[in-house]
Every structure is written in structure tokens, then in C-alpha cells.
């Protein structure tokens, strides 16, 4: 269905909501429009305060106004017998609960969660020239846990050594704590197709997990 999609198209996003519109996770191109096809979820969209739901059928025919008059600020799907605009967000008509979910403790969103700011000179570096700094070391039984890892540059990894903060007369620019959300999200809301997600996300106190 989805063979002719340009890499960019399957490099976007979707964020699903549930039945009662609460953000629940962010799903693949692929996973979105399994999910459109099979009318297991709907397209949501929202445009100058208005508020649209289309089930497969009627995003196909929407797309086509949207290819005459707005085809730059979509991502299209190429199939051999007509094109269909990604969508942003869709909401599932099946389920009506909130999972259970924590966010995932790894590198990609500890990098998140610090914005790629060295945490101890409050610069930002891009991701390969960063590393994890234990506050408390190892050696004196700092455990690997979001309260006691944060970015560092190599500069600063390299001045604090082994040691504390305080014993290497460094200050910590703010207090590491596990995110109440997935940090991946922020980075994708300062990206302009996902700004219709915001309205989704600013009152959410659930975890939003990217599969």
C-alpha cells in the first residue's frame, strides 16, 4: 500500500490519542495508516480552532483538496492510483484507557531531557560530542538512575573526573529528575508538522512512549 512513500513521509510521526482525545503514544507512518485502513482509528485534525474527524475514505478525498491548495505543508504517500497526506494525529476508535507506562531510562532520552546541554557549563553540543556523567561516581556508589546522570561535554567530564561537583568546585545548571513524560516528545514539538500536537500534550500527566 505504502511502497512508493519518499523516506522523508515514513521518517514522520503520528500521535495517537485514545477515544476520549488523551495523547497515549506516538506510532510509526506504517502503524498509523494500518491503523486508518483496518477503521481502527481516525484521522483528527484541527486548523484555525476547527476541529476534523475522517475515517480512511474521506482523508483520501480530503488530501485531494490539500494537494491542490496546501501540498507543501503536508507529507504525501505516492500509491500507483492516488497521493494521501500524512496525517499528524489519529484517534483510536477501540480503545478508551490509559495505559500504565514509565518512561524508558537510556541515552536517547537522558540527551532528550538535558536538550543536549552540558549540565555543567550550559552549553549545548551535538550528541557525539557528549557523554554521561555519574554526579556521584560510581566508585562512591552513585547508581546508574535518573537523579545521578546528566550530559556533560568533554571538557567538563574531563575537569570533574572521578570526583563530585562540590569536590571538583562544579555546579550542576539544574537538578536531574526522571521526566513525568518521554523527553523524545519535546524535540518533535519544535519541529513545525508537529505543532498541532501541542494542544494534545500541554495538559497531559500521563507518559507519552514513542513505539
Known amino acids: 500500500m505504502i511502497s512508493g512513500v ?10 495517537v490519542l485514545n477515544k476520549h482525545y488523551m495523547a497515549v503514544r506516538v506510532v510509526s507512518v506504517r502503524r498509523a495508516f494500518s491503523l486508518l485502513f483496518r477503521d481502527l482509528a481516525e484521522v483528527v485534525t484541527c ?24 501540498a507543501q505543508k503536508n507529507d504525501w504517500i505516492h500509491t500507483v492510483h492516488f497521493d494521501i497526506a500524512v496525517p499528524r494525529i489519529i484517534r483510536l476508535l477501540f480503545y478508551d484507557r490509559l495505559p500504565q507506562q514509565t518512561v524508558k531510562f537510556n541515552r536517547r532520552n537522558l540527551f532528550a531531557r538535558d536538550r543536549n546541554r552540558c549540565q555543567y557549563c550550559g552549553r549545548r553540543f551535538p550528541t557525539s560530542e557528549l557523554s554521561l556523567d555519574h554526579v556521584i561516581p560510581r566508585r562512591m556508589g552513585g547508581e546508574n538512575t535518573w537523579e545521578n546522570i546528566v550530559c556533560a561535554c568533554t571538557e567538563c567530564n574531563g575537569r570533574k573526573g572521578g570526583r563530585t561537583p562540590k569536590q571538583a568546585g562544579m555546579h550542576l545548571i539544574a537538578k536531574p529528575l526522571k521526566p513525568r513524560r518521554n523527553p523524545v516528545i519535546h524535540v518533535h514539538l519544535n519541529h513545525e508538522r508537529y505543532r498541532s500536537w501541542k494542544q494534545f500534550l500541554d495538559h497531559a500527566y500521563w507518559s507519552v512512549e514513542l513505539t
Open 47 to 70: 486548523e484555525d480552532g476547527t476541529y476534523g474527524n475522517y475515517d480512511f475514505q474521506s482523508w483520501r478525498e480530503a488530501s485531494e483538496l490539500k494537494r491542490r491548495f496546501q
Open 6 to 15: 519518499h523516506q522523508s513521509a515514513l521518517d514522520c510521526r503520528v500521535l
